[in-house]
Structures are given as structure tokens and as C-alpha cells.
DNA sequence: ATAAACTGTAATCATTATTATTACATTTAG
DNA sequence: CTAAATGTAATAATAATGATTACAGTTTAT
């Protein structure tokens, strides 16, 4: 797993404690300490997902669009990281029984694992993260 | 993550279909599709936590301890990857408050998720991957 | 209208993680 | 004593991740 889910959040929750400011990938890369072009890429899907607006050009950047307690973790990993709980199986001998058939019913497995993750990540919202923040 | 959980499972699935005979790493490889030593490796740790039993020199090999129905996939999980659920965070800019401290606040919210998700496989028996192997 | 400050994105390079392979020590059966 | 195994360290090859460069497009302000 690479590490954009965790800066999906840091993203989100930075610009969810500037709400209702415009902030750019440099402010942000400041704070999470990555390249702004990588945050850009982030930040992209995120736009598309309808969890940020970003404006381009001179005094544009990024915005949060919902009040934070709106915002829950499951949502921000499925954008940056679904499927990736899911173990990548070597393509296994398909004349034996085992090796056949395996890598479909782990797969299913991990389906349904990650279902339970991240129905537990649903019950945590940025302003959760926030809050643990100022309690710090 | 690496593909050591999905190989580790793999390889007790296969031997709880041999079971009371012993099977050599060549043997399993020729199932994974997965390099001898590498299987050793995985088979070690197996081994270490008392999963199997392995045998050296000639006639040797590796066989299960205990019968498919006792081996829940959380233990394999906990043995081949513990933590690597837990995203990685860059070293984040001490200097502002919010990458100062979203580091731990991810790792401790992600532990809990692991728990959910390590619950659930608990309830995932060996015994019930070869029923599904069997019934396709 | 043009310069400056942004985002968007493709392409390349560097680094790190994963996997395969080689080599060899050790153990055991026959 | 030899052949067939495991155990493990070391190295090499491949793949994934991340940083950087480059540049096109957009917007603001002068």
C-alpha cells in the first residue's frame, strides 16, 4: 500500500481547519511534507469525487466542499486506496486443484474483510480527527 | 503489502490437504508457482509459531500441526503481516500542528480498523477454504 | 494584453520494496 | 558416505513508489 490514503487525510483535514480559505499544493506540501505535484494528483481525485473544488490560476487552490464532521474515512479510502487490502496472489499452478482455485476464494475473503475495515472507518470523521487534534 | 499471506495460506491449505504426510518446499512450489527458498522462508515463520512442523534431511519436510478446522486466517494474517495495514505517513512537518500530530492519530485509528478486520478473519477456518476448493 | 500565480498532467529519474536466485551449511535416511 | 532435504545469508532482478522536471492551460491584476 503507498501512502496517498494518509495524505488524502492530512489534505482534508488541513484544509477542513482553513475552511472557507482557498489554499494551494505549496501551502499544503508544506505541511505534509510532499511534492506539491504529488499532492495535485491527490488532490485531482479527490476533486472528482466531489470531496474538494479547486480553482486554477492565480489566487486559485483548494477547497473543502462539506463541513468536516460530514467527512468520513471510509469514503477517502475507497477514492485513494480500495481494493488494496486485497493480497496479490501469484498466478499459481492452474493444473493443481489448490493453486486454481485459491486465489478466487481469498480474494472473495479479503472482499468481505475489507468490507468490515472499512465500515469502521465510516464511523470516523475529519472533525474527529480535529478534535483529537486540539485535545494534543 | 507483500503477497506472504496469500502464499503462507497457500501453503497450509495444501498441506491440510496432505495431511499425515510429509511434503517438501519443491513440492509446494510446484503449487504456488512461488521460488523454493522463498517458501521456506514463509514456511519458517510458519513454523516458528507452531503452525507446522518441519523436518530436515532426506525424507524430510514440512507437515500441519493441528487439524484445518483450528487454523483461523487471522493467526496466518498475524504471523505473515501484522501492521502492514497500518499506512505508512510521511515524516510529516513538526513545525505545524496538524503533521505534528496526524501521524499517531492515523496509527492509532488504523489499529482499531486492523482489529475489525483480523475479527473477521478469525471466524475464516482452513477447513472452510478446502469446502469452497471442494465444492468448485 | 501580458505577466505572475496558480492547477493539471505527462514523462522521466531515483529510491525503496519485493521477489528470485545462488551458494552453502546443516541434518537425516539409507 | 551419499543423496535429499531444510535453514539462511547474500546477491541480483524486477516492480512499486515517490520526487522532480517540464510545460500546457486558467485566472487575476495591472
Redesign the pocket.
Known amino acids: 500500500?503507498?501512502?496517498?490514503f494518509s495524505i488524502a487525510v492530512h489534505c482534508v483535514t488541513y484544509l477542513a481547519k482553513k475552511q472557507n480559505q482557498r489554499?494551494?499544493?505549496?501551502?499544503i506540501a508544506q505541511s505534509v511534507?510532499?511534492?506539491?505535484?504529488?499532492l495535485?494528483?491527490i488532490?485531482?481525485t479527490l476533486?472528482k469525487e466531489n470531496i474538494i473544488t479547486?480553482?486554477?490560476?492565480?489566487?486559485?487552490?483548494?477547497s473543502l466542499n462539506d463541513p468536516p464532521e460530514h467527512i468520513t474515512l471510509d469514503k477517502i479510502f475507497k477514492i485513494t486506496s480500495e481494493e488494496?487490502l486485497v493480497p496479490?496472489c501469484?498466478d499459481s499452478n492452474e493444473n493443481c486443484p489448490i493453486g486454481k482455485n485459491l486465489s478466487d476464494i481469498l480474494i472473495r475473503i479479503f472482499h468481505n474483510a475489507e468490507e468490515h475495515f472499512l465500515n469502521y472507518l465510516k464511523g470516523v470523521t475529519i472533525k474527529d480527527i480535529i478534535d483529537e487534534i486540539n485535545n494534543s
Not at 480553482?55 to 483548494?62: D, H, P, S, T, Y
Open positions: 500500500m503507498n501512502s496517498d489554499v494551494t499544493s505549496e501551502d511534507s510532499v511534492h506539491p505535484v504529488r495535485r494528483k488532490l485531482s476533486r479547486s480553482k486554477e490560476g492565480a489566487k486559485g487552490g483548494f488494496t496479490k501469484p
